[in-house]
């Protein structure tokens, strides 16, 4: 898997383990997330690879950080992100 794709897949991971739900289930907040790096070792890549790929989530608006907080705005479109890799 590519490391986008194992990204959006811990993404999912954390967010059904531990995230905060919206009251429609449509998004998500991690927090405390974790340090790029940290992200990085639990994936098999390196910090840089986690900041580009979460720099894209950010630009696509799929994802939203504040301080130590991962907001996801749209699991639905993270997942399809997701399922169309995995191809």
């Known amino acids: 898997m590519s490391v986008a794709n194992r990204l959006h897949g811990e993404i999912i991971r954390m967010c059904h383990a531990f995230g905060e739900w919206s009251v429609n289930r449509e998004s998500c907040v991690i927090a405390p997330f974790p340090?790029?790096?940290?992200?990085?070792?639990?994936?098999?890549?390196?910090?840089?690879?986690?900041?580009?790929?979460?720099?894209?989530?950010?630009?696509?608006?799929?994802i939203r950080q504040h301080g130590r907080s991962l907001h996801v705005n749209s699991v639905a479109k993270l997942r399809v992100l997701y399922e169309r890799a995995g191809r």
């Open 35 to 62: 340090i790029h790096a940290e992200l990085a070792a639990r994936i098999g890549t390196h910090r840089e690879a986690v900041s580009r790929e979460l720099a894209q989530l950010k630009a696509e608006s799929i």
